[in-house]
């Protein structure tokens, strides 16, 4: 474990536990737009994992944001007296005792936190060995899951995600793991440099705005702010929000490609997709509805459009209770542009 103090408040941390489920999390992501794991691992042995472990395979690309959610267990994680230390994340000691921790959570606890306490407690416990009340959970939170049976899956079967989980973690443990840890150690105090020069001239909320290229709806207010570097992050930036702010985002600079630049061309050649860019450049952070009626598009049709550009890695999607807030990747859009400078100046 790896902990700066850059300014009051303000941390930089890195953690064995959180890069092990993010290492994990990548892995077993169809999706996943880092998979930095090919430089420390041998691509036959992932493979090989992934078959060895199927069932954790197709319920982590059921889960929004797949395993990372169980960081949320981590990070609201108390002490036994129900009190937090002065640095808000109550890490644990091994894996062995994470796993512990989830399985000996009742069911109705783990789901609450799980989903970020963004269910009723109620709600989950009526949900619970009832598939109706389930059915009505799904209908009203479609976003927890890819599917209902999804839904059901997971939890009918949290013991076995939990040890399969785990058990996974541990096969990826050895040299080619610590390797990774070693690289964000490597760079660490270039990190505090980096965020203690960002810090002089910008509060920390903009400075992980401009991490994420986005612009927040949830502000906070924030008592603590945590930066995390990750090598193994399946996202380029993941942002976790309690009365502190944790950022966990991707180290390692990924080269922009032909192939890259041909999919978000593609993705924004299309004249609504286009107009959604500047509707939400202008405008700021929306709710589908919202973009929907300004746009005088079916919500149906701007579903397939979200779709499209989020592959392509044009938005930023961020959960507010039951709303879903979209918003330009500004990364995402200016290294596009400063490819096609590059590109077209030769």
């Known amino acids: 474990m790896s902990l700066i103090e850059i300014t009051k408040d303000c941390y930089l941390y890195h953690s064995k536990n959180t890069e092990m489920i993010a290492l994990v999390s990548s892995i077993f992501f169809d999706e996943s737009k880092n998979k930095r794991y090919l430089e420390f691992y041998d691509l036959d042995f992932i493979e090989e994992l992934k078959k060895r472990y199927r069932f ?73 060995g009832n598939l109706h009340k389930l059915s009505e959970l799904y ?65 920390p909320l903009e400075v992980s705005q401009q991490i994420m290229g986005k612009t927040f709806h949830n502000r906070g207010p924030y008592k603590k702010f945590i930066f995390m570097p990750s090598v ?3 996202y380029k930036a993941i942002r976790f929000f309690y009365d502190y702010q944790i950022l966990i985002y991707s180290v390692g600079k990924s080269e922009f490609t032909n192939a890259d630049a041909i999919n978000k061309l593609k993705a ?28 005088n598009i079916a919500n149906s049709t701007l579903s397939h459009h979200i779709e499209q550009l989020s592959a392509a890695g044009f938005l930023n999607e961020e959960r507010v209770k039951n709303s879903k807030y ?11 542009i400063e490819y096609l400078n590059e590109l077209l100046k030769k």
């Open 56 to 128: 954790l395979h197709e319920i982590l690309n059921e889960l929004n944001n797949n395993g990372m959610s169980l960081l949320e267990l981590l990070f609201n994680k108390k002490e036994a007296d129900n009190k937090v230390t002065d640095f808000p994340i109550n890490d644990f000691a091994n894996l062995d005792e994470y796993e512990k921790y989830l399985l000996d959570m009742d069911a109705e606890s783990f789901f609450y936190t799980f989903f970020a306490e963004y269910i009723d407690r109620n709600i989950i416990n009526g949900a619970l």
């Open 139 to 203: 209908e009203e939170k479609t976003y927890i899951t890819k599917s209902f049976i999804g839904l059901k899956t997971f939890i009918d079967n949290r013991e076995i995600f939990i040890r399969d989980f785990f058990s996974c973690a541990r096969d990826l443990q050895g040299a080619e793991f610590d390797n990774g840890v070693k690289y964000v150690e490597s760079i660490f105090d270039a990190e505090r440099q980096r965020f203690e020069k960002s810090l002089k001239k910008d509060v």
């Open 232 to 234: 193994f992050s399946p």
């Open 268 to 295: 924004i050649s299309d004249e609504s997709r286009l107009k959604i860019i500047e509707t939400l450049k202008k405008n700021g952070p929306m709710i589908g509805k919202n973009l929907a009626n300004s746009l």
């Open 326 to 336: 979209y918003s330009i990747n500004t990364n995402s859009l200016d290294g596009l």
